[in-house]
T-cell receptor, first 115, second 113 residues
């Protein structure tokens, strides 16, 4: 399957723990986007990365959240000291390089539950 | 900055009835427009897109959308829906220089027998 792969599908963390969400983009895609979906809400942009660079992090909370997309390996969204309000579905999407109007290809998401 | 407004959060319809899901956008630059569909516990899948050219675009499963620049709208329509069309539908815009896509809050389409 050459689609966008996210893992884990479900993640349960206690308040104060760290959550690490992983995303492997489609083959040949070098642009990665993270979105958060709260219950009964739409997708809210968090961060846009290319290999080793953060291009746009205007949607990232200022504290506790970070993202990376290293030269080798998947993109990681990291949430430190999780709180109940972090419970949501986190989606990763990818697109190919170039500035053409490509649609996004989404993974199936990681559903984070903070207890 | 760009924004997307989906005017209906819930649309219930009976099977074989027509449906329209409304989407309006706001942008200071020209944009590309997309409709995505999300089935339960899955990610979003592209349904159709408007990039340029003909303002009426179609998907392989009978949906169509029309880009109306003067009304800044991109409404999604289907003349006859099926039970299997029950899903969440998201309208999205993307600027000319790649980067992020901005999504509406979604419309839940429920098709009843």
């Amino acid at each position: 399957n050459a689609g966008v792969m996210q893992n884990p599908r479900h993640l349960v963390r206690r308040r104060g723990q760290e959550a690490r969400l992983r995303c492997s983009p489609m083959k040949g895609h070098s642009h990665v986007y993270w979105y958060r979906q709260l219950p009964e809400e739409g997708l809210k942009f968090m961060v846009y990365l290319q290999k080793e660079n953060i291009i746009d992090e205007s949607g990232m909370p200022k504290e506790r959240f970070s993202a990376e997309f290293p030269k080798e390996g998947p993109s990681i969204l990291r949430i430190q000291q999780v709180v109940r309000g972090d419970s949501a579905a986190y989606f990763c999407a990818s697109s190919p390089p170039g500035q053409g109007p490509s649609p996004l290809h989404f993974g199936n998401g990681t559903r984070l539950t903070v207890t | 900055a760009q924004s997307v407004t989906q005017l209906d959060s819930q649309v219930p319809v009976f099977e074989e009835a027509p449906v329209e899901l409304r989407c309006n956008y706001s942008s200071s630059v020209s944009v590309y427009l997309f409709w995505y569909v999300q089935y339960p516990n899955q990610g979003l899948q592209l349904l159709l897109k408007y990039l340029s050219g003909s303002t009426l675009v179609e998907s392989i499963n009978g949906f169509e959308a029309e880009f109306n620049k003067s009304q800044t709208s991109f409404h999604l329509r289907k003349p006859s829906v099926h039970i299997s069309d029950t899903a969440e539908y998201f309208c999205a815009v993307r600027g000319p220089n790649a980067g992020k896509s901005t999504f509406g809050d979604g419309t839940t389409l429920t098709v009843k027998p």
